[in-house]
């Protein structure tokens, strides 16, 4: 696989993403992908990348909803609102560790029951926190993103180009 231009062998870890008692949104998403990067065996040369993306509405982190019920919901809460996507990330190599936490805003147009409810119907929203994925169907409910739409995706595209070359790991693909 290949995402910005860099060579990526994907190994999903086996770690509990719950919240700590206390813990806050963006300490959590921070702690979580340094869970992972950590949870991932490294060969020397290898670099780590592991991220953790949390959608806040009210300080509230949505996860990814169990049932049609819960999605409209998430839904319906996030009409015509302005909510935060947050990201954690680290990158883990022989030189070194990076991490950050981007923030993207995301404000929804307002939704109405009926297309809340086309949309729940799809089965969109049940494996992304808050219900939604801007990549999909979902990007016709928003009105507008302020910062990073691939940092919403789930990966601040920029951030981490920038660390990973950081970390000795040059691009793969000819378009820099």
């Known amino acids: ?24 949104a963006p300490e959590a998403v921070l702690r979580i992908a340094e869970l992972k990067a950590n949870a991932v065996d490294r060969a020397p040369g290898d670099v780590v990348l592991a991220a953790d993306t949390m959608v806040v509405l009210d300080g509230e982190a949505l996860g990814k909803p169990m049932d049609a019920t819960q999605a409209s919901t998430m ?10 996507v947050l990201t954690g990330w680290t990158a883990i190599g022989d030189l070194g560790e990076r991490f950050d936490i981007s923030e993207s805003r995301v404000t929804f147009k307002d939704l109405s029951a009926d297309v809340i409810e086309r949309y729940v119907s799809d089965e969109q929203p049940f494996d992304k926190a808050g219900a939604y994925g801007i990549q999909g169907e979902a990007g016709r409910l928003i009105d507008r993103v302020v910062g990073s739409r691939a940092n919403v995706m789930g990966l601040p595209l920029r951030e981490v180009t920038e660390a990973l070359s950081d970390l000795g790991i040059e691009r793969s693909s000819p378009h820099r």
């Open 75 to 84: 839904l319906a809460a996030l009409s015509g609102r302005t909510h935060s």
């Open 1 to 24: 696989m290949t995402v910005a231009g860099f060579a990526l062998d994907v190994r999903p870890p086996d770690v509990d993403e719950s919240f700590l008692e206390g813990e806050e």
